[in-house]
């Protein structure tokens, strides 16, 4: 056992962060960063939640046996509903599900159209960065609009990250451009064809209505966030006993995306039983589809 890394003592202990990202999409780690900060936090079990890509599982697999850290493969998958955003995990998808990735190809392509729209938009009020220059911040094959805030930060043609969000790429924004996608209710079909549980991310971060997180069970979903940085005190139990009334699995992590930010791997102390129910009622849904 390494220095610094604790131990799991029981079955049931320890704990779980099941929304983690690396240079994979929009984070500043490369998996094996993640994996020895994971371990170092105390975490028993991870999964790593790149944007629209499953890459990371292959290259985490081993690594993470190695060190005793359990890793489920995980993706967040972002849906469009009437212009907005809608993030949904995925948990435990075949990676080499074809329908699966022939979709996550088609979102890179499309993710590569909307940066270049963007850019367009910057250029047009006077910002000199180029595409070329924002690709060399994504050391995936998913670009998005952090590395395009990364780009501004590093031109200095804004002060901070959130400063490029709040000014110019966020929604309705001056350079804003809507996404496009599958819808809600297409993704959880794809991530259950792939032999997956579909989780509703972040709803309150989201700013998603009650009715409409009620039309997302009726869809399909199995689980909703409810450990959270965002959703804490009477906000996170608001999302608990939503969880339990529409009879969710409530999951949730960090959603750590660098190192030295607020939100570190295990902020949360998920409890390790969640990755339980999660499995159950994977194991579950399995034999009632086949």
């Given at each position: 056992?390494?220095?610094?890394?604790?131990?799991?003592?029981?079955?049931?202990?320890?704990?779980?962060?099941?929304?983690?990202?690396?240079?994979?999409?929009?984070?500043?780690?490369?998996?094996?960063?993640?994996?020895?900060?994971?371990?170092?936090?105390?975490?028993?079990?991870?999964?790593?939640?790149?944007?629209?890509?499953?890459?990371?599982?292959?290259?985490?697999?081993?690594?993470?046996k190695a060190i005793g850290l359990e890793i489920i493969p995980g993706i967040e998958i972002s849906s469009v509903w009437q212009g907005k955003d809608i993030h949904i995990l995925g948990y435990y998808c075949d990676p080499t599900n074809l329908a699966l990735n022939m979709e996550l190809q088609d979102f890179a392509k499309q993710r590569v159209t909307r940066a270049k729209a963007i850019i367009k938009?910057?250029?047009?009020?006077?910002?000199?960065?180029?595409?070329?220059?924002?690709?060399?911040?994504?050391?995936?094959?998913?670009?998005?609009?952090?590395?395009?805030?990364?780009?501004?930060?590093?031109?200095?043609?804004?002060?901070?990250?959130?400063?490029?969000?709040?000014?110019?790429?966020?929604?309705?924004?001056?350079?804003?451009?809507?996404?496009?996608?599958?819808?809600?209710?297409?993704?959880?079909?794809?991530?259950?064809?792939?032999?997956?549980?579909?989780?509703?991310?972040?709803?309150?971060?989201?700013?998603?209505?009650?009715?409409?997180?009620?039309?997302?069970?009726e869809w399909g979903v199995q689980g909703m966030e409810v450990y959270c940085p965002a959703q804490k005190g009477a906000v996170g139990r608001k999302y608990k006993e939503m969880a339990q009334r529409f009879g969710l699995v409530g999951t949730g992590g960090s959603d750590f995306h660098t190192e030295g930010s607020t939100y570190a791997p295990n902020c949360m102390k998920m409890p390790y039983t969640v990755v339980q129910a999660l499995r159950e009622r994977r194991e579950k849904l399995r034999a009632e589809w086949y």
């Open positions: 056992m390494q220095k610094g890394f604790s131990t799991i003592i029981t079955e049931n202990g320890g704990y779980a962060d099941l929304h983690l990202h690396t240079k994979l999409s929009d984070g500043t780690l490369d998996v094996e960063e993640v994996l020895t900060l994971s371990k170092r936090k105390g975490l028993r079990c991870i999964s790593i939640t790149d944007h629209d890509n499953l890459d990371s599982y292959n290259l985490a697999a081993e690594p993470a938009k910057l250029n047009a009020l006077g910002i000199d960065i180029t595409f070329e220059k924002v690709l060399s911040y994504c050391k995936g094959k998913v670009i998005g609009r952090p590395h395009i805030a990364m780009s501004l930060v590093a031109e200095e043609y804004i002060g901070s990250f959130s400063e490029a969000f709040t000014k110019y790429l966020g929604d309705g924004c001056i350079a804003f451009v809507e996404k496009k996608g599958l819808n809600p209710q297409q993704t959880i079909r794809l991530i259950e064809n792939a032999g997956g549980i579909a989780v509703l991310a972040h709803p309150y971060k989201s700013g998603l209505s009650d009715e409409f997180i009620e039309q997302m069970v």
